[in-house]
Antibody
Framework: QVHLVQSGPEMKKPGASVKVSCKASDHTFRKYGIGWVRQAPGQGLEWMGWINDYNGNTNYAQKLQGRLTMTADTSTSTAYMELRSLSSDDTAVYYC???????????????WGQGTLVTVSS | SYELTQSPSVSVSPGQTARITCSGDALTKQYTYWYQQKPGQAPVLIIFEDNERPSGIPKRFSGSSSGTTVTLTISGVQAEDEADYYCQSADSSGSGTVVFGGGTKLTVL
């Protein structure tokens, strides 16, 4: 059973950056990739992107391109999501989620981290 | 951009059947996945590839597809099924761009 553990809550000011980590246990990096999904307070799920941590390929949601970077450290089984130029609209719970790589892409997510609350406020 | 449309809410009494629909043009070409999310918890995958259940998911959850509409059916609804349900698919380009529906709140009366 794969288990994802995320870093703790963050409080940031507008214009700052945030980096959230996601450590995987029993994650077979060549079989699975890691995606990120966020959920603003009282809102639905929003897909942010994913990383194929085997070859480093990424796919980001168009609206976040230019502000978002996903990386993975296979030596520590940890994935990272960095979001820059934060605004209050970025206040949300950020989830990492693992999914099987099929044809080099992730189509869905089998297992999820516990979520990390990022609050952006002046 | 590609969108999936869900009705905002569904209400049923215990023991009845709940049907939650999701519509989108690319659903004729791509699989649909369903997640259940209870308050304060992370989503849980309950249906993959239109109608397959992961291990541990009760048989009362099932999925079906017809044209551009897919349906999550919960037979014999239980109080513990009250949650938000999200459909999810990928765009038809094969790029792996993922999209979620807006979610449906299931209320068990």
């Amino acid at each position: 059973q794969v288990h994802l553990v995320q870093s703790g809550p963050e409080m940031k000011k507008p214009g700052a950056s945030v980096k959230v980590s996601c450590k995987a246990s029993d994650h077979t990096f060549r079989k699975y990739g890691i995606g990120w999904v966020r959920q603003a307070p009282g809102q639905g799920l929003e897909w942010m992107g994913w990383i194929n941590d085997y070859n480093g390929n990424t796919n980001y949601a168009q609206k976040l391109q230019g502000r978002l970077t996903m990386t993975a450290d296979t030596s520590t089984s940890t994935a990272y999501m960095e979001l820059r130029s934060l605004s209050s609209d970025d206040t949300a719970v950020y989830y990492c989620a693992g999914g099987i790589l099929s044809g080099g892409v992730i189509d869905y997510f089998d297992y999820w981290g516990q979520g990390t609350l990022v609050t952006v406020s002046s | 951009s590609y969108e999936l449309t869900q009705s905002p809410s569904v209400s049923v009494s215990p023991g009845q059947t709940a049907r939650i629909t999701c519509s989108g043009d690319a659903l004729t070409k791509q699989y649909t996945y369903w997640y259940q999310q209870k308050p304060g918890q992370a989503p849980v995958l309950i249906i993959f590839e239109d109608n397959e259940r992961p291990s541990g998911i009760p048989k009362r959850f099932s999925g079906s597809s017809s044209g551009t509409t897919v349906t999550l059916t919960i037979s014999g609804v239980q109080a513990e099924d009250e949650a938000d349900y999200y459909c999810q698919s990928a765009d038809s380009s094969g790029s792996g761009t993922v999209v979620f529906g807006g979610g449906t709140k299931l209320t068990v009366l």
